[in-house]
């Protein structure tokens, strides 16, 4: 393995468990918690929505009031109706996407778009550019800065994945209805590596390259049969059927930024690079267009039946559900511009400001949230003196009501002093490990930009179901 910055550990001190009544540390045995006290902020739609009907158009407005909570939210709305329907992935179509304007060295262009489509906040410095978690084990896929990708695995040595066209690896995910096959978004296109252990014990790994320009983000559909993919220098995603290796390209307006398949594959959302989002029924491949600020960070419900979102720039998390026949479809259910909560000692702690990510564990009980650097609340309590490196993230309780969930504070979780939490997700948690309710892996940036991995497990106290219908 080539020597690297990056570290790996398996538990962290107690101070990552600083405040929070589910965030218990391993050691604990007694299991003992520490109640946060925090106001419930319910689903709450705004008084200015309204619905009108026009030309087989219907157009959904929200406001930014809130009840509760600081800060100005983001306009969200949705029209459906002013796009063709496009017929389903059958035959082999050529990415026909219109080209935006290169404005000279496409390479650095595209090096400027990964910066601005990416979700990190030190793009250009940090040593770790993509991370995923597999589905249904404990290998860990990180993308490194000069185009390698790094497999981990607890019972394996690091597999070290190289190829002369895999360069500004920009995403990455696991195939969910695979073994081990590995999707790699690069400016080359979409590097497929397939895995597989030989009777020696050794890893063995076969690659294949789809052609595609400066993809951005990725999307495997859950079955493993499609991939969605989205590119920076065009107005279209490209959706490819990898078994049968054809492909077909959704129109949209805007350039993409963001692909994401819901759990149940009949979804997926496009987030693009201004503005508005599009949700695609993948049945008829018809979409809705849902106007708002620029999506930074999007996540499914286990039951795809909610989509969680934030704007960029924006503190508040926003819910569009599609079980409940309603008027009102979207609400905004949580303000995280300034969130305080106690300490253990009697004292309080601060987080908050503009959201960067959101991580949602499998069972949806738990969402982390990370906040843009230089971009949150002043902290009481950080350990750093500079503010674009604080060691903080903030844990949110779900619970699923039968229309929009219902989103609380947990706790703060604290990293490696003078480091930010670049990327983060829940890790697949083994049927075996009684009590275990999730566990967190993120990846902290420290400032002398080395990178520590962090695996946190939660342990939950269900005092209530999760799922509740009024």
């Known amino acids: 393995t080539p020597q690297h910055n990056t570290t790996t550990q398996s538990n962290m001190s107690q101070t990552l ?20 006290v925090s ?4 689903a709450q739609p705004c008084p200015s929505l309204r619905r009108s009907h026009a030309a087989a158009a219907r157009v959904l407005t929200l406001g930014t009031s809130m009840s509760a909570g600081n800060g100005a939210g983001g306009a969200v709305g949705v029209t459906a109706g002013d796009d063709q329907a496009v017929g389903p992935v059958a035959a082999a179509v050529s990415f026909v996407g219109s080209l935006v304007g290169l404005g000279g060295n496409q390479h650095l262009n595209f090096k400027q778009a990964c910066a601005t489509a990416s979700p990190l906040s030190f793009w250009s410095r940090s040593p770790v550019h993509a991370m995923d978690c597999h589905p249904t084990s404990s290998m860990i896929a990180l993308a490194r800065f000069d185009g390698s990708v790094e497999v981990h695995h607890e019972q394996l040595p690091c597999t070290v994945l190289t190829h002369e066209q895999q360069r500004n690896v920009t995403c990455l995910q696991w195939c969910p209805a695979a073994p081990a096959l590995l999707a790699v978004g690069c400016s080359e296109g979409v590097m497929l ?5 030989d009777d020696r014990g050794r890893v063995q790994a076969s690659e294949r390259l789809i052609q595609a320009p400066s993809v951005l983000s990725l999307s495997w559909r859950p079955d493993g049969a499609m991939l969605a993919l989205a590119s920076a220098f065009s107005t279209s995603v490209l959706i490819v059927d990898v078994g049968r290796n054809t492909r077909t390209s959704l129109a949209v307006a805007d350039s993409p930024r963001l692909v994401l398949w819901s759990p149940d594959g009949r979804r997926l959302v496009v987030a693009g690079s201004t503005a508005g989002m599009r949700i695609w029924d993948t049945s008829s491949w018809t979409n809705e267009r849902w106007e708002t600020q620029r999506v930074a960070a999007a996540v499914w419900s286990p039951d795809s039946e909610t989509l969680l979102f934030a704007a960029q720039g924006d503190s508040f998390i926003h819910s569009i559900q599609f079980k409940v026949p309603s008027e009102n479809p979207v609400a905004t259910v949580f303000d995280a511009g300034k969130v305080v909560l106690p300490t253990p000692h009697g004292g309080s702690q601060t987080i908050g400001g503009e959201i960067q990510s959101l991580a949602l564990s499998s069972s949806g009980e738990r969402l982390a949230v990370t906040f843009a650097a230089g971009k949150r609340a002043p902290s009481t ?18 619970r699923w009501r039968r229309a929009h969930p219902e989103l609380s504070a947990s706790g703060i979780l604290t990293g490696p002093p003078e480091s930010h939490p670049e990327l983060l997700q829940f890790q697949h948690v083994d049927s075996n490990a009684v009590g275990l309710g999730a566990l967190l892996t993120t990846c902290w940036l420290k400032a002398d930009t080395s990178c520590t991995l962090s695996h946190v497990p939660f342990f939950f106290r269900r005092e209530e179901p999760i799922v509740s219908d009024f």
Do not use: K
């Open 17 to 36: 468990c600083e405040v929070g009544g589910e965030l218990v540390p391993s050691t604990a045995a007694d299991g003992s918690t520490v109640s946060a």
């Open 39 to 42: 106001a419930v902020l319910r």
């Open 193 to 197: 590596w397939d895995l597989r252990t």
């Open 381 to 398: 309590s950080s350990t750093s003196s500079d503010s674009l490196y604080r060691p903080e993230l903030l844990v949110l309780r779900c």
